[in-house]
Nanobody, 114 residues
Framework: QVQVVESGGGLVQAGGSLRLSCAAS????????MAWYRQGPGKQRELVAT???????NYAAFVKGRFTFSRDNTKSTLYLQMNNLKPEDTAVYYC????????WGQGTRVTVSS
């Protein structure tokens, strides 16, 4: 079973930045589309951004221009650079494949104070 570990979350003031990481025990060279998701308090999990094996990215409207998604296939690691954070970005963030999903990891909690 693939192990997924998200990290990098924390408490930050509005306008601040965080960089999330996601490491998984699978060869990323074999995976095309991958994604970051988030689940805010009392909300359903939602898609934040996707990235293909060639580095093409797509972002949800609510993070576009503020978040940057990247991947390092040699390290089997994903990154999410989050800038200009807003209180509404408060959530647990998860990474996963877009298709044939792994079991969900524990996620990493991001709390943005106003």
């Amino acid at each position: 079973q693939v192990q997924v570990v998200e990290s990098g979350g924390g408490l930050v003031q509005a306008g601040g930045s965080l960089r999330l990481s996601c490491a998984a025990s699978e060869n990323f060279f074999n995976i095309n589309a991958m994604a970051w998701y988030r689940q805010g308090p009392g909300k359903q999990r939602e898609l934040v951004a996707t990235i293909t094996n060639t580095g093409f990215t797509n972002y949800a409207a609510f993070v576009k221009g503020r978040f940057t998604f990247s991947r390092d296939n040699t390290k089997s690691t994903l990154y999410l650079q989050m800038n200009n954070l807003k209180p509404e970005d408060t959530a647990v963030y998860y990474c996963n494949r877009c298709h044939n999903k792994w079991p969900w990891g524990q996620g990493t909690r991001v709390t943005v104070s106003s």
